[in-house]
């Protein structure tokens, strides 16, 4: 994930909604987003990376949804250990037994961002955070390759949109999952006044700068969303997306938790 917009109770008729964009290589493996079961007995809804495993968004059949994005940092920094394993873990563990596993493995991953969304109770990490662990409470929330609510202007201009769509939806779920998509395919790249200095470069910060990347080998992906309704419905959408953001594979889901 590289860019995932949130809200937590915005709408009385869906407490959580979640909206992202997954940007990779292209020529990247992936399994496009399924029913699995984790090496620890878990039954979760998530894409599969092919190469370093595990994943960058997974839902769980309660409506828990957990992501990680990576930090963008000027130099390439591999970690011992893939990121891809932290949204099972924190589907897996709760809070109070992840975290201290986190703060004392923190060098073993390359910079990250953790999110941990439920109606009930969610929370934020990051091992480039200087306080790392927080709980999160009503509001909408984005998050890009940096801390969360670091103001992009991608990360801005999607969550602003986001958070109107949200707030003046209806009850139904069909309808709110077609007005995002289209917020989540924006390619309009930001002024070059206002991009961040991450150390990569004019042109790429550029190039990276819209909330949906067009690229020949490098792009957005996948498209996600998901919302959970105060009846307990949770449905899920995933668009995926080829070079030149060419639209491949639709999925849906939707059960009661």
Not at 98 to 105: K, V
Not at 179 to 189: A, E, I, N
């Amino acid at each position: 994930m590289c860019l995932i917009a949130f809200a937590i109770g915005q709408n009385r008729h869906f407490p959580l909604v979640v909206a992202a964009n997954r940007d990779e290589f292209f020529r990247r493996p992936t399994a496009l987003m399924d029913w699995w079961q984790t090496g620890d007995g878990q039954r979760v809804l998530a894409g599969k990376d092919l190469q370093s495993g595990g994943t960058w968004l997974a839902i769980r059949e309660d409506g828990r949804v957990a992501a990680v994005t990576n930090v963008r940092e000027g130099s390439r920094e591999s970690g011992h250990q893939t990121r891809g394993e932290l949204p099972i873990a924190a589907l897996a563990e709760t809070r109070q037994t992840l975290q201290p596993r986190l703060d004392s493995n923190r060098n073993r991953y390359a910079g990250f961002n953790l999110v941990s969304l439920d109606t009930a109770e969610s929370w934020y990490y990051s091992n480039r955070d200087a306080h790392p662990g927080r709980n999160l409470f009503r509001g909408s929330y984005g998050l890009s390759n940096h801390l969360l609510q670091t103001p992009w202007p991608k990360m801005l201009r999607l969550r602003s949109a986001f958070t109107r769509c949200v707030e003046s939806a209806g009850n139904q779920s069909l309808h709110l999952h077609n007005q995002l998509l289209p917020l989540l395919k924006d390619s309009t790249p930001a002024p070059d006044s206002t991009l961040p200095d991450t150390g990569v470069g004019l042109d790429t910060e550029r190039f990276l700068s819209s909330p949906f990347i067009v690229g020949e080998h490098y792009g957005t992906r996948a498209t996600t969303l998901v919302s959970v309704a105060a009846d307990g419905e949770v449905r899920v959408t995933e668009q995926s997306w080829s070079v030149g953001g060419q639209a491949l594979e639709k999925r849906e889901f939707r059960w009661q938790r």
